[in-house]
């Protein structure tokens, strides 16, 4: 008799792949690809020749898609994006401090938070309900006009402010709908290890909410992004003031395009990162699930 130890082992079980199913279905892929290719190229060529082949194209690509009136407006432009940039990389610090603090705020349990709670509540209420030009305008043109001493009265750090809090609501909301999503289960278990509140919201609920939250998070600052745009109505020279200057002095659009691809140029790659990391949570998850 052959004891378990002297058991031969068994070979592993390797699933049968039909070469001919392989075949067809690579021959499938390729096929699709083909025609997707084909019937864009179709699609943006008919795009193209109904554009260009209108009454009115030469005098549109004259005002709005004049390459010397571009190359002329370029070194203007990129100057001042560079303060949209800046206004945009300083409101995201602020803007994730001071959201994760407000939901956590929000998320206080405590009897003696109550008044925590509800300040945090009306902020988030009162900045998602006012359009975020009103609050530039009414920072930008209202604080400089207390004049209050050592109080700066720069536009820049008005219209930054402004984004700040209007953003910080929004980003508030994102935070709490990630915190919230965390099960039950896991801050029983964790203070069941012996974790106090605090250490529980730190060590475990926080790390895995940031992590589901990452894919909205930068859908809102691509639209931060954007709106640093708005900036400009309280006078500084950023990219749209600069564009507009452009315009009047020359009676030509093209400088708006340009304006609008910088924009374009920042945000597409925010973009793709953002559809990556919602297809990697996804698949992820599905992975869990099995």
Known sequence: M??????????????????????????????????????????????????????????????????DEAVAAWPTLIKAFVLNIKI???????????????????????????PVRIMCTVYVDFFRGVPTILVILLLGFGVPALQLKGVTNSPVVWGTVALILSYTAYVAEVYRAGIESIHPSQRAAARSLG??????TRYVVLPQAVRRVIPPLLNDFIALQKETALVSLLGPIEVLRSAQINASANF?????????????????????????LQRRDTRRRMAGAM
């Open 252 to 276: 030509n659009y093209t400088a708006y395009v340009v304006a609008a691809l910088l924009f374009v140029a920042i945000t597409l790659p925010l973009t793709r990162l953002t559809d990556w």
């Open 195 to 200: 974790l106090s509140s605090m250490q529980t």
């Open 88 to 114: 945009f990389l300083v409101a995201e610090f602020f803007i994730l401090i001071l959201s994760l603090l407000i939901a956590l705020g929000r998320g206080l349990r405590a009897p003696v938070a109550l």
């Open 2 to 67: 052959t004891t378990p130890a002297e058991a031969p082992l068994e070979a592993p079980v390797i699933p049968y792949v039909d070469p001919h199913r392989r075949a067809r279905s690579k021959a499938r892929s390729r096929r699709d690809a083909l025609i997707a290719s084909v019937s864009t190229v179709v699609v943006f060529a008919i795009l193209g020749y109904l554009v260009t082949a209108s009454p009115g194209w030469p005098k549109v690509q004259e005002t709005f898609f004049n390459l």
